[in-house]
């Protein structure tokens, strides 16, 4: 609630706590699953977040967030071939699908399209992408010394190196630590940007654009810029996952990979800045296991589990247990806090 | 008195073949309370949503403190310091009371002064009880309320109310009553409001709507003692 907001030792709390459990599972998991399959998770929940916190606190349903994801990874990988050198390559990630999220969403936004079209919108523009993409196998095809490769993608490109140093490479476990500080650290971003007032009109302009609006904020300028900082975080995790892949493919923009990233949020819990990291890492975890057996197509359990979900349990996984705990501790403190569930929502709701 | 804050000339609105307002020449002083009446269809509404910004009228200019805002969009005109209510309660419904006035307040205040101002408003629209609550769990009355705090909180200078007191108790009505008589100590208020027991508790001077055009302009008493004004009511000719 905005009281809580104001109270600076809150978002210290808040702080503390990333801190402590990032520490704790990077320290815990690497003895349950190998380092090379948990920093996919970690980039697949970066890639979780950047949706959840469009579509969960700013109300926008993009069907095209693998687009931003594929165009990080591209844009790497294409730098790093003509630069040799990573740092460059890596801002360079981030900034293309901010640019052209911040384009695509000024078209959007100030067109004043609805949430179906912009749906559609999206997912064309995606499909484009794949299209595009998939037909550069041509020689012709070049940027600088890079070229596009088609189906077969792009190999070969300078992986992340020490800043400066293109012979330092980071591999391996150093790699996996590298990517949970960078989840860490966007986490704390997002974090910090819905507790100030720019994350709070956000929330208000997912639950009423016109009434925002009369009270004088400009919602289509305020929503492009949300939707570009979702962009951004996206191509950073898209950059990760080439420098984790080695190789980056047209499938990166596929259309199952953006319905995936749908379907993390859903079952992860919108509306909160945990649950798609945790439905990402989840699902993607259980498609690995899954992987490794050939008796069911694990595409349809995926499709599976979001039915139940959507039947059973719609508001998510982390909703609903901190829902659960909220109405476990709010039984002694019934009397102070009357609607202790409902405030429990609420306060997820405006701070994350 | 003396300025005036809000003026049309001219001012049409076609709906395809329906002429929904048709040239309107208004004009509204400092501090002038007024409102507009007139059976269903009247235009009252076009009229209001085309000086709200929520519609772009077809033809004609309007204007506020002098500057023409007749293309603006709803946000560049509550940025002048215009409070906008529309006829449905329109509020964040997941949000609570505290949550909804402070985004309000927030556009005109620093975020240390949002507070204490959203804080101002609660106490002063007697908030309090229900401030912690989502807009979602309120009674129409007390969304109407809240809707009325949003429009206040950003200290305006110019407020428009439509339909304030539709679907309120008596009660509310008479609180109602109460906040925008307090509003207009500083803004001007027009409010298009079809309950003649709320217009007569509140107005003095009224602008009768008829076939999208004005057809009266005067007293309340007067107005509604007019035989012209009650056959538009009662749906005889003129």
Known sequence: MPGQVHNPGGLQKDLMATVIVTGLLVWLMPMLISTYTLTVLIIYGMLGLSLGLIWGFGGILCFGQAAFFGLGAYSYAIAAINFGESTLPMILAVLVPAVV?????????????????L????????LILFKFVNSTAGPQYVIGKARLGGFNGIPGFQTLNVPGRPEAYIWGDAYFYVCAVLLALVFVLVTVLLRSSFGRVAVGIRENETRMSLMGYDVRARKTILFAIGAAIAGLAGALFANWGEIVTPSLFSLGQSAEIIIWCIVGGLGTRLGPILGAAGLAYLKFLLGQQSLVDNTLITGLILVLFVLFLPRGIVPAVSGLWQSRIGRGRRSRRPQTRRGAISRERFNG | MGETVLETQGLTMRFGGVIAANNVDFKLQARELRCLIGPNGAGKSTFFKCISGLQTPTEGQVYMRG?????????????LGVGIKTQTPNVMDALSVFENIWLAARRFHAPSDAERKTQEIIERLALGSIARKDLGQLAHGERQRVELGLVAVGDPWLVLLDEPAAGMSAEDVARMTEIIHELNKTAAVVIVEHDMQFIRSIAEKVTVFHQGAVLMEDHVDRVLSDPTVRNVYLGKKA
């Open chain 1, 101 to 117: 999220a911040a384009l695509l969403g000024a078209l959007m936004f100030y067109g004043r399209l609805t949430d179906v079209y």
């Open chain 1, 119 to 126: 749906g559609v919108i999206t997912l064309v523009v995606t």
């Open chain 2, 67 to 79: 500057q023409e805002t007749t293309r603006w969009m709803p946000h560049e005109i509550a940025s």
